[in-house]
C-alpha cells in the first residue's frame, strides 16, 4: 500500500472540511494508521489526486459519476463514531 490520501471535503474547503480532517487525523492516529489528510472543495475535489473523499451525503450528490475513487459520505460530521467507524472501515479495506 502506497500513501494513502483522504481528502475531507465541504463546500468552500475551509469549514467543515476542517473540522472533518481534525477528526479523520485523530482516529488515524488513535489507531496507528498513518494518512495525508487534507481538506478540498467540491468544485474541484474530483481533480485533486488522493486515494479516498469524505464528504456529507448531500454533498456527495454533486460529485456522483465524476469522482474516480471511493467516496465515503459522512452524514454528520460531529458524530465521533461514524467518523471513526468508517474511516477505520476503509483503512482496513486497504488491507484487503
Do not use: H, W
Not at 32 to 57: K, L, M, P
Not at 62 to 87: D, H, L
Amino acid at each position: 500500500m502506497g500513501e494513502v490520501k483522504i481528502q475531507a471535503v465541504c463546500g468552500f474547503g475551509c469549514g467543515s472540511s476542517l473540522f472533518l480532517r481534525m477528526r479523520i487525523e485523530e482516529v488515524l492516529k488513535k489507531s496507528g494508521y498513518t494518512a495525508n489528510v487534507f481538506c478540498g472543495d467540491v468544485a474541484t475535489c474530483c481533480a485533486i489526486e488522493c486515494s479516498a473523499i469524505f464528504i456529507s451525503g448531500e454533498l456527495a450528490e454533486r460529485i456522483a459519476g465524476r469522482a474516480k475513487v471511493p467516496v465515503i459520505v459522512i452524514s454528520n460530521f460531529m458524530n465521533r463514531t461514524e467518523v471513526e467507524e468508517k474511516t477505520l472501515a476503509y483503512m482496513k479495506s486497504l488491507e484487503q
